[in-house]
C-alpha cells in the first residue's frame, strides 16, 4: 500500500537511508558498543550519502526528515546508539533563523558531517520548565560571555557546533533568553557523556560552560527570540520523534512475529495460541493509526495547518503507542525479551526515553488541556 503524501522519490530516499543503516550501522554496534558510541566517520559516511542538513538538501521538504527518522527508529541498532542522526533537527535553527555569514560557515561542513549539531538547553537543575534555566550570556563589548551547565543533551558530549539556549536578560524570564552558537572547541567549554540505560552507547552529554566568550554575531535571530525559535523548531521535532516511534514499532512487531512463529511452548508455537495473536493485532492496529497520523502531520505541516496542539497529541500518542507495543513485544519474547543481547531488550529501554525528552507526556497534556480551557 503507498503511503499517504509519498512520492517516489521519497520512497528512494527511504531505500537510501534503510541501506545506509543496513551497511553502515548496524554491522558496526559492536565497534561503536567497543568505543562508546558514533564515531567521526560515522558522521562522515552519513554526510556522504546524503543524509545529513535535510532541512537543506531536502529543499524544505520535511518528508525526507520525517523518513530518516522512521528509518532510524526501524534500525534496531539506534536503540543502542541513540538519536544520532536527529540532532540534525537543529539544522532547520540555522536555515530558518541563522544570518548569511552563519549559513555560509557551517553549512557545508554539517552536509559533510564536519559540524555535527547538538541543542543544549535543559539544565540539572531544570527541564520541563525551560523558562526557568539558569544559563546566562553577557554581553561584552562585541563579545558575549557565556557560564552555565547543561545536562541531558543529544549528542551533547561529541557534537562540535552548539546551539546553546542562555539568558541574555535575566530581568525579562521568556523574552530574554536568546540562541547563541558556540564552537565546542571555544576555551571554557567542556563536555562529557552521560550514562544512561537506554541508547546505552547513545551520546546523551553534559556541556559546561564556564567564561565562554564567543562573538556577538554569533546569535541566532533576535537576542530575546530564544522561544520563539525553539516553538517553531518544536513542530518539526514532534513529527520526527512521532515518525522515530514508528519506525520501531513497526521492527518490533517484525522481531515478534518472526520469534512467536519459531518458539514452541506446550508443544505448539506461540503464534498459536489466540492470545498471541490478539496481541500482535492490537499491535498492529496501534502502529497503523500511528502512520496515518504521521503521515496526516507532514501533510498538515506542509500546509502550514499543523499546530502546537497537534504537536503535542501526535507525541502523546506516538510515544505511548511505542512503549505499548514494545511492551508487549518483551511479553511475548519471554525471558529472552529481557537478555541484553536481544535488540527488543534494547529497543523496550529506548522506548521509555520518548515519553520524556522533548517535552514529557506530562507537557503535552498541558498544552492540550490548554486549548479546551
Ligand atoms: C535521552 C535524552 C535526550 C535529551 N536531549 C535533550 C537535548 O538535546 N536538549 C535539551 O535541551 N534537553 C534534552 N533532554 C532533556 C529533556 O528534554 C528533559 O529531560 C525533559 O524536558 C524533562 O525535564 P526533566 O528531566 O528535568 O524533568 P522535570 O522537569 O524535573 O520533570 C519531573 C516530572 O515532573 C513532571 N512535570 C513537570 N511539569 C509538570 C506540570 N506542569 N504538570 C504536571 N507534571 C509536570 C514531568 O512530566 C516529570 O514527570 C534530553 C533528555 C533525555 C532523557
Known sequence: ?????????????RRTVRSFLDREHEPNLAHYEKIGGLDRDFWRKAGAAGLL????????????????????????????????????????????HGTDAQKEKYLPGILTGEWTQAMPLTEPGVGSDATAITATARREGDAYVINGEKYFISNGAGANLLYVVAKTDPSRGAKGMSVIIVEADTP?????????????????????????RVPVSNLVGQEGGAMKILMA?????????A?????????????????????KVFGQRVIDFQNTQFVLADCRADIRITETMVDTAMMRLREKQFTFEDGAILKLWATQMEGRVLDRCVQLFGGAGLMDENPIARMWTAARIQRIYAGTDELQKVAIARGML
Open 188 to 212: 571554557g567549554v567542556s563536555q562529557a557523556k552521560i550514562p544512561m540505560i537506554g541508547w546505552r552507547q547513545g551520546d546523551t552529554g553534559a556541556v559546561n560552560f564556564a567564561d565562554v
Open 53 to 96: 542538513g535535510l532541512a537543506h538538501t531536502g529543499g524544505g521538504d520535511f518528508t525526507y526528515y520525517a523518513i530518516a527518522a522512521e528509518e532510524l527508529g526501524r534500525s534496531a541498532g539506534s536503540a543502542t546508539t541513540g538519536s544520532s542522526l536527529m540532532a540534525d533537527v537543529a539544522t532547520y535553527i540555522l536555515i530558518g
Open 243 to 263: 515518525a522515530r516511534c514508528l519506525g520501531a514499532a513497526s521492527r518490533a512487531l517484525e522481531l515478534t512475529l518472526d520469534y512467536v512463529k519459531q518458539r
Open 233 to 241: 523548531t518544536f513542530l518539526e521535532d514532534r513529527i520526527q520523534i
Open 1 to 13: 500500500m503507498t503511503r499517504m503524501g509519498y512520492q517516489e522519490e521519497h520512497e528512494a530516499f
